[in-house]
């Protein structure tokens, strides 16, 4: 999606502040930091903004992107909920049912199990079952 385009878009049929039409693809509150970081208020009325600096600010939001300042290491690692329904992906190579080619492993899939080194191995396993069948 580029955020800049649909800005524009909207400035026509939308009447709204700035930070809300963000809002409706972003978190609210990521929404208003990146407007902050990049100058804009976030109660600035879209339809009032010049179309130059909306494409500058949805420039800024496509190419945005998160570093890392730290980990909490391994003593906190767990295996996450949700993902990729495992009912949707073959047993034996992981492509999904619906869209051949595509393959899903590892934490993008729905699979949950104990804590201490069961999903590096789940990782592992379903690269391997994945990597041989392509």
Known sequence: MDVAEELIGAKTTVKKQ???VLAQW???RLAEGLLLANGFAPDARLADMPDAKLRKLGDAINRW???PTGSEGYRKAEVTLGGVDTRELSQQTMMANKVPG????????????????????????SGFAAGESV
């Open 102 to 125: 595509l393959y899903f492993i590892g934490e993008t899939v729905d699979v949950t199990g104990w804590l201490g080194g069961y999903n590096f191995q789940w990782a592992w396993a």
């Open 65 to 67: 992107a998160i570093v």
């Open 18 to 20: 700035l930070g809300n």
């Open 26 to 28: 972003l978190p609210a």
